[in-house]
């Protein structure tokens, strides 16, 4: 997979893009992340990136041009990728598991981290994703790029150790994920329930799949509402 970032700040994300599953995924050849900042590509010869708004209003807003040119950089460096272009925006679609998923059958995303209070309108129509990560506004886009690029880049086939761990996670199998022990066995007077100790495979996944029901009812009832439970889970639920 191919990850071009735009931003004013490309140096935010030295350390966390070099580390752990990340770092691996790209010294693997399984990834490529390119940072660019879109000042070099300002026209002005002040290499200003943001201007005030038509119209008035408080702040400054990102001009269109730096961005234009910069995706037009990208787009000649790799001609023949299907690009997904994403713009950072607190007023975006919320990013979830589903998306992350999406993304991760990607050739190559774009993201495009803002700053100052907003974007000129036009640079909407140059993506195909407006995406935020929660509903709280951060100083730029650049964590939020992070955040998208770390829950994608764990589900490329290969980067995380075990496959099957990226399918049993909260949040993919619909429901928040059972809880689980190490050892020891008892700790403080906190014991490792009986039945994960004693080899009955059937029971243990009944064990587990009550306890997920459990805590996704007690956690996110709206998670449930959203699920079409089997009979199993209706039975679970009712004990
Ligand atoms: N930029 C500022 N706040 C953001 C958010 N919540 N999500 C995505 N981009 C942002």
């Known amino acids: 997979m191919r990850i071009d970032v735009l931003t004013l700040f490309p140096k ?5 893009m070099g580390e752990s599953i990340l770092g691996k995924a790209q010294e693997k050849g399984q990834l490529e992340i390119k940072l660019s900042n879109f000042r070099d590509y300002s026209a002005n010869k ?7 708004p038509y119209g008035g209003g408080a702040g ?7 961005i234009y040119d910069n995706l037009e950089a990208i787009k000649k ?3 023949d990728t299907k690009k997904r272009i994403v713009l950072l925006d607190p007023a975006g679609a919320p990013f979830n598991q589903k998306m992350a998923e999406d993304f991760s059958q990607e050739e190559h995303l774009v993201f495009i981290c803002g700053h100052y209070e907003g974007y000129d309108e036009r640079i909407r129509s140059l993506v195909t994703d407006e995406v935020s990560i929660g509903d709280y506004v951060l100083t730029g886009g650049e964590l939020g790029a992070m955040v998208m690029i770390d829950a994608t880049v764990r589900l490329l086939p290969e980067v995380l150790g075990n496959e099957l761990s990226a399918k049993t996670d909260s949040h993919s199998t619909g429901l928040l994920e059972h809880p689980q022990y190490t050892r020891p066995a008892v700790f403080n007077d906190m014991e490792v329930p009986e039945v994960l100790k004693n080899g009955n495979h059937k029971l243990i996944e009944t064990w587990q799949l ?8 007690q956690r996110r009832p709206d998670m449930l509402e959203k699920m079409e439970l089997t009979a199993e889970m209706e039975e679970l639920l009712e004990e």
């Not at 935010?12 to 966390?16: A, I, N």
């Not at 009550?210 to 009812?217: C, S």
């Open 210 to 217: 009550k306890e997920a029901l459990r805590r996704t009812w």
């Open 12 to 16: 935010m994300f030295e350390g966390p």
């Open 46 to 52: 002040h290499h200003t990136v943001d201007d005030y």
């Open 60 to 66: 400054m807003l990102l001009k269109v041009q730096p």
């Open 77 to 79: 460096a790799s001609p």
